[in-house]
């Protein structure tokens, strides 16, 4: 399983909270995320993640791009929908992505948890 976890700034407690939940099955997939979201994980958890970008430098359309080419599998993208984001055409451009070659993308922690379950089940 290959999977891309990003965070926005007010959302990265919540994903190392997630992580630490999932944390067998985390550690058994392929890891990509951005810049200070995969440093948090490997600090709070020490998993093994490929670290892009920041979102607002390029990460999160360097993860569209291997996204596109069939390299991911699923995202996490837990966003904050109440801070405005300076680079909001390419966080849009990324779950378009994943609308476009159908990859499960869960953009809260609700739908993160029925993803992971699903996917720790199988």
């Known amino acids: ?59 999160d359309l360097q993860i569209g791009a291997r996204l596109a080419v069939g390299e991911l ?3 996490i993208f837990l ?7 300076p680079h909001e055409p390419d966080i849009n451009a990324l779950v378009r992505a994943c609308d476009v070659h159908d990859v499960p993308c869960a953009t809260n922690v609700s739908t993160a948890r029925l993803l992971l379950q699903r996917w720790s089940a199988a």
């Open 73 to 75: 599998d699923g995202v």
């Open 1 to 59: 399983m290959r999977l891309a976890l990003i965070a926005h700034d007010g959302r990265k407690d919540a994903m190392i909270a997630l992580a630490a939940e999932f944390l067998p099955l985390l550690q058994r997939c392929t890891l990509m995320a951005t810049g200070t979201t995969g440093t948090r994980l490997t600090q709070a958890h020490g998993l093994i993640v490929e670290r892009m970008l920041s979102g607002p430098l390029g990460g």
């Open 79 to 85: 966003r904050d929908p109440m801070t405005p984001q």
